[in-house]
């Protein structure tokens, strides 16, 4: 049996720490030890992007991530994207303002790489966005406003950066 780990993590910006099994991924670490449920497991194979987080301003995937790996680094979850006085994120209220959601299991995934597209520079284009998004699946098909949402957002956070 595996000796627990204690680790320090950073998560929306509030420091915790966790006493864990080295074998716990970070999807389960934020879901079952601290209560953060808004990132998803869908696949729990790294296929769908449900899982993805932002880990030091970079997207990963929670589920194929240890959370060992990423002590004492800055990790984003949906719960975090919104501003301090509770407005949403530029890209969360463009997904509702779109309507690029249907059951809405896959958008805080999908809001967590979106933001990341925007970030990395990749939101040039409806073909560049769908092809940076690809790992993010939505059973639903709910993929033309989503890139639709994710053109107004990057918009709108140029705007913000000028």
């Not at 000796?3 to 993590?9: A, D, I, M, S, T």
């Not at 991924?25 to 079952?32: F, G, I, N, V, Y």
């Amino acid at each position: 049996m595996a000796e627990n780990l204690r680790l320090q993590l950073e998560i929306n910006g509030q420091p915790h720490t966790l006493l864990v099994d080295p074998r716990v991924t970070l999807l389960d670490a934020l879901r079952e030890h601290l209560a953060l449920t808004g990132t998803k497991k869908g696949c729990d194979q790294g296929q769908c992007g449900a899982c993805t987080v932002h880990v030091n301003g970079k997207r990963v995937l929670s589920c194929l991530t240890l959370v060992a790996q990423v002590a004492n680094q800055s990790i984003t979850t949906i719960e975090g994207m919104a501003k301090p006085d509770g407005s949403l994120h530029p890209v969360q209220a463009r997904f509702l303002e779109h309507d690029a959601f249907q059951c809405g299991y896959c958008t805080p995934g999908q809001i967590m790489s979106a933001a990341a597209c925007i970030e990395e520079g990749h939101a040039g284009s409806a073909e560049e966005i769908r092809e940076y998004m690809s790992g993010n699946i939505c059973r639903c098909g709910a993929y033309p406003n989503i890139v639709e949402a994710i053109q107004q957002a990057a918009a709108d956070l140029s705007k913000e950066a000028t």
